[in-house]
T-cell receptor, first 113, second 115 residues
């Protein structure tokens, strides 16, 4: 069975510091995709970044990068130079061979001024 | 704006009632996913449709049903509503399912409150 684990229910980080949000996954599918989404207090889900299991390089999108370690089955999100607007809930998700996108329980990130 | 449209944004209804949530996917996206987000359960996958056909099923109750129409919009029907059905219901769309480099984009969600 596929599983996504986010072990950090909440994090507090000083503004302008880099943040790493942990995500580990479990799947037996050779081909899968990993996503990160941001959910601000407004409730919408915002797509941040995607990593395919066969991608050779770690995905980057602006201040977001995905630290993909396939052997360890981890896909941590790194936010560089955090901003107050980064305060939100962050979800790691996986799309596997059964065509379901499953989510972790999320990490609530608080950026402190 | 993700391009995925969900209506209504808010819905308040009584126990025992039936409601329909609507989702219009992004232009060109054939696959639609439905999720339920409640405070204690996190984001739960309910069901997925691809080009009108049910593709994958998750933790969807028998009281819930969904369909995807020829114009690719989808509806989630919730019946015999209970207090515990109060949640944020999200729809997401993607080009194709099970394909690498597939990004799923979410609508803004429908907040359902059952009283």
């Amino acid at each position: 069975a596929q599983k996504i684990t986010q072990t950090q229910p909440g994090m507090f980080v000083q503004e302008k510091e880099a943040v790493t949000l942990d995500c580990t996954y479990d799947t037996s599918d050779p081909s899968y995709g990993l996503f990160w989404y941001k959910q601000p207090s407004s409730g919408e889900m915002i797509f941040l970044i995607y990593q395919g299991s066969y991608d050779q390089q770690n995905a980057t999108e602006g201040r977001y990068s995905l630290n993909f370690q396939k052997a360890r089955k981890s896909a941590n999100l790194v936010i560089s130079a955090s901003q107050l607007g980064d305060s939100a809930m962050y979800f790691c998700a996986m799309l596997g061979g059964d065509d379901k996108i499953i989510f972790g329980k999320g990490t609530r990130l608080h950026i402190l001024p | 704006d993700s391009g995925v449209t969900q209506t209504p944004k808010h819905l308040i209804t009584a126990t025992g009632q039936r409601v329909t949530l609507r989702c219009s996917p992004r232009s060109g996206d054939l696959s639609v996913y439905w999720y339920q987000q409640s405070l204690d359960q996190g984001l739960q996958f309910l069901i997925q449709y691809y080009n009108g056909e049910e593709r994958a099923k998750g933790n969807i109750l028998e009281r819930f049903s969904a369909q995807q129409f020829p114009d690719l919009h989808s509806e989630l029907n919730l019946s015999s509503l209970e207090l515990g059905d109060s949640a944020l219901y999200f729809c997401a769309s993607s080009v194709t399912p099970g394909t690498e480099n597939t990004e799923a984009f979410f609508g803004q969600g429908t907040r359902l409150t059952v009283v």
